[in-house]
């Protein structure tokens, strides 16, 4: 999860277009993780981006009916 802890740290300093990236980049890699998909929720709602929220919220739904 490299990319994970390197979004957290620039979340950290407040650049957080880089800390989005960073998520993204470990959610292509891990796509079925709800723990980064949570991590992308919660800087999306931080940053004001409701419809990128909604979407990742979207992703974690459908992980989850399949496991059901």
């Not at 979004?7 to 959610?27: D, H, N, P, T």
């Not at 993780?33 to 991590?39: I, P």
């Amino acid at each position: 999860y490299i990319y994970f802890y390197i979004g957290k740290i620039y979340e950290r300093k407040k650049l957080y277009a880089q800390a989005a990236e960073s998520y993204e980049m470990e959610v292509q890699k891990y796509p079925s993780s709800k723990f980064l998909l949570r991590a992308l929720v919660k800087l999306y709602v931080k940053t004001n981006r409701p419809d990128q929220a909604q979407r990742c919220l979207n992703l974690i739904l459908n992980l989850s009916k399949q496991k059901d």
